[in-house]
């Protein structure tokens, strides 16, 4: 099968860096597994960084953890799906990712493709989905429908963010804050329902309290944490709550949280395909619930731009515009 590999750490702009391979087709599927044949797939920085900092050493390593496809074939305990459904899932880091023609991936982390949605457009979505559910009601306990209370998204005009506004302004009744730093991140930001959109280039503490004079209760930081860090913590109210999901480059001092009894909450979304929780369900339910919120027009998508075939020079484009941090909404690629 045709698929895009790397063999070893190398810049982005290094031809050798992404390369075009032919693998071995998958086993037949076992237990609950499915095969999927891949139609489309989407970019995520997770990919960028594993590639960089993740030698195979010479071996064959697939990225890519976001596709949207067919069931061609179900293991012999699957349930939930059967060959010819259309589907869209993230995947996990620990198996083989979605750059190849087909894959295998445990059902219980697969959602229905939403029947609105091209295979494109749905490629866009499992990843950033399920990381901004998750952030939002299971890390930072946001209730559904919850009355009132103000969150604060930093850098919410990339993938994630994109999504997590969306939940926000649509399923809780919290007043969002979105920064972005560009007319057109913030137009795109302000395009998917945030109540208000600061320039996080400027002092952030004076621009969120230009609109939220009372601080915040919830905050997700998606980037960039260590240098918003101190903000964070003078900006969210006593006993607020403080989701992340990035790598900060330098080490945070959790201690600053004491005095307003500040939580910290992880966000990984393959936490739970990594140890086998027996939650592990929640994200086919996730996928299928944001499925029925996609077709009934609630949420929208966040694909921006379709790059074209999957191919190792259109990655390296992608990975390329990933690792410039000026991307808007989500990459996607379709076909091989």
Do not use: C
């Amino acid at each position: 099968m045709k698929a895009v590999a790397y063999r070893q750490s190398l810049p982005i702009e290094d031809a050798q860096s992404l390369l075009d391979v032919n693998l071995p087709e998958p086993a037949a599927p076992g237990g609950r597994d499915l095969l999927v044949r891949v139609h489309a797939v989407s970019v995520n920085p997770v990919d960028t960084k594993i590639r960089r900092s993740v030698d195979p050493q010479g071996a064959d390593k697939v990225l890519g953890w976001d596709a949207a496809g067919i069931v061609l074939a179900v293991g012999p305990q699957a349930s939930l799906f059967q060959p010819g459904d259309a589907v869209f899932y993230a995947g996990a880091i620990d198996r083989p990712g979605s750059n190849a023609e087909l894959q295998l991936v445990d059902e219980r982390i697969v959602g229905r493709k939403p029947a609105t949605l091209d295979f494109a457009h749905a490629a866009a979505l499992p990843l950033t989905t399920i990381t901004a559910w998750e952030l939002l009601f299971d890390r930072l306990g946001v209730a559904r429908g919850t009355p009132g209370g103000t969150l604060l998204i930093t850098g919410a005009a990339g993938g994630v963010g994109s999504i997590a506004v969306q939940l926000a302004r649509q399923l809780t009744g919290l007043t969002v804050i979105g920064t972005a730093s560009r007319p057109e991140t913030q137009a795109w930001v302000r395009e998917l329902g945030a109540h208000h959109v600061v320039d996080h280039r400027q002092p952030l503490v004076d621009a969120v309290r230009a609109v939220a004079p009372q601080g915040v209760d919830y905050a997700m930081s998606l980037t960039h944490t260590e240098q918003h860090y101190d903000a964070l913590i003078e900006l969210l109210n006593p006993q607020g709550r403080l989701g992340l999901i990035d790598d900060p480059a330098t080490p945070i001092d959790i201690r600053a949280m004491k005095r307003k009894s500040i939580s910290l909450h992880w966000e990984f979304m393959y936490t739970r395909s990594l140890f086998h929780t027996p939650d592990m369900l929640a994200q086919h339910r996730v996928l299928n619930e944001v499925a029925d919120l996609l077709d009934a027009g609630v949420l929208r998508g966040t694909l921006r731009e379709n790059l074209g075939r999957i191919d190792a020079a259109t990655l390296r484009r992608a990975h390329a515009r990933l690792e410039s941090g000026s991307t808007i909404g989500k990459l996607v690629l379709q076909g091989f």
